[in-house]
């Protein structure tokens, strides 16, 4: 069997529009922005949450917010796709989290003590949000400790850590992966 790349016409009749992304049915999965700097960083996080189909995407603290040209060119539109709210700190944002999901699971990706692998993640663990932190600091002690627990990426080289919209990715498609399988069971 040989391969084909699929023409762009192809690609658009398998996607949703940009009316059905307003109304799909979600991944139960958040994505929380602590302090994140970069412009691309978020853009490429819109980008993702909306190939992953994330719930919603939160920004705190001194995240940037669209509309930007520098999240818009790195989101390729996907800061119009992806359903977002802007709150002053994580702290809020957590606090309106468990007042409108109590039996959400707050879930800090980071280095941590007592953190689990994600690949360790559940079916348990939802309705789920996945907290990420700034490029060089990682998410405070203080959030930390507003979080249920904490999950990290293995690392196998020199390296101890990802570029945060890398990690997102890897964070977000093992949860989809956990909840879609659960759905199958």
């Avoid at 009749?13 to 978020?42: D, F, G, K, M």
């Avoid at 060089?136 to 930390?144: A, E, K, P, S």
């Avoid at 196998?156 to 990690?167: D, R």
């Amino acid at each position: 069997m040989q391969l084909r790349k699929l023409t762009h016409d192809e690609l658009l009749a398998e996607r949703l529009t940009q009316a059905e992304a307003q109304s799909v049915v979600r991944h139960p999965v958040t994505l929380l922005l602590h302090n994140i700097r970069s412009l691309y960083n978020v853009g490429s996080i819109f980008r993702t949450a909306d190939a992953g189909l994330a719930q919603n995407l939160l920004l705190a603290g001194y995240t940037p917010t669209p509309p930007r040209k520098e999240i818009t060119k790195t989101a390729l539109g996907a800061d119009q796709t992806v359903p977002w709210q802007y709150f002053s700190t994580t702290q809020q944002a957590i606090e309106y989290l468990r007042r409108q999901k109590p039996e959400i699971t707050i879930v800090a990706v980071e280095l941590a003590e007592r953190s689990r692998s994600v690949y360790e993640l559940s079916a348990d663990d939802f309705p789920l949000c996945l907290v990420l932190g700034n490029e060089i600091t990682g998410i405070d002690d203080t959030i930390l400790a507003l979080c249920d627990a904490a999950v990290e990426i293995p690392m196998y080289g020199v390296k101890h850590s990802l570029n945060v919209s890398v990690a997102t990715g890897i964070a977000l498609f093992e949860a989809v992966r956990v909840w879609t399988m659960r759905k199958q069971q």
